[in-house]
C-alpha cells in the first residue's frame, strides 16, 4: 500500500514539474499567481488529466 501511495505522489510531483516547466506556457509575473495552483492541482488529479485532459485540450 505504501508503495502505491509513494508512487502516486511521485506521479503527481513529475507531472507538476512537467507542466510547470515543460509544457511550453509561457509565464509572465502575474500569471504564476494562477497558473501555479492550477498545476499543482491538475497535478493532484494526475490520472484524470492524462487520462482524458490532457488530449482535449
Known sequence: MRAIILAYKVIAALTFAFLT?????????????????????LASIWPIYWGMLRWVF
Open 21 to 41: 516547466f515543460f509544457d511550453g506556457y509561457v509565464y509572465t509575473a502575474w500569471n504564476w499567481i494562477i497558473a501555479v495552483p492550477v498545476n499543482g492541482f
